[in-house]
């Protein structure tokens, strides 16, 4: 099973409960080629062929390009993507865990590299603000277009 990097010099998590089941969040999570629509801190997202564990994607996040790779791919419950951009290695990981009649979404990124140890408190709070809103405009959403 995936994991992020304990030992990684910028660790960020989240969670939020969000009034869906966990097929209708994984349906907005898994639609990489919209994500640009719903999160305004994605500037562009580009998935190469199916969301599968192997498969890349390619996205702009603000002023970051990133290319990432499913690890893991566990429909509805796990989504685990590996990610290299500028000498930073990301593991990113979404749980989704179902309630009686609601979901728990939490996102967990990890970040190693030597731009990591220089700029530790920059980018750790950088990572956690981007985790933070990226739940808000998830739960935004889904919440918007759910019966």
Do not use: C
Not at 100 to 114: H, K, M, N, V
Request: aromatic share 6%; no cysteine.
């Amino acid at each position: 099973m995936i994991k992020i990097d304990d030992n990684a010099p910028v660790i960020a998590r989240g969670e939020i409960e969000i009034q869906a089941d966990p097929d209708t969040i994984w349906d907005v999570l898994i639609d990489i080629n919209n994500w640009p629509r719903w999160n305004p801190d994605i500037k562009s997202a580009s998935l190469e062929g199916a969301v599968a564990e192997g498969s890349k994607f390619r996205w702009k996040a603000r002023s970051i390009s990133i290319t990432s790779i499913f690890q893991e791919v566990d429909k509805p419950r796990l989504l685990g993507w590996t990610g290299k951009t500028m000498g930073i290695k990301a593991v990113h990981i979404w749980k989704l865990e179902p309630t009686e009649d609601t979901t728990i979404a939490r996102t967990e990124e990890s970040w190693e590299g030597p731009l990591t140890r220089v700029m530790k408190g920059s980018a750790q709070d950088m990572l956690q603000k981007s985790i933070d809103s990226g739940l808000q405009y998830l739960k935004q959403e889904i919440e918007k277009t759910s019966p």
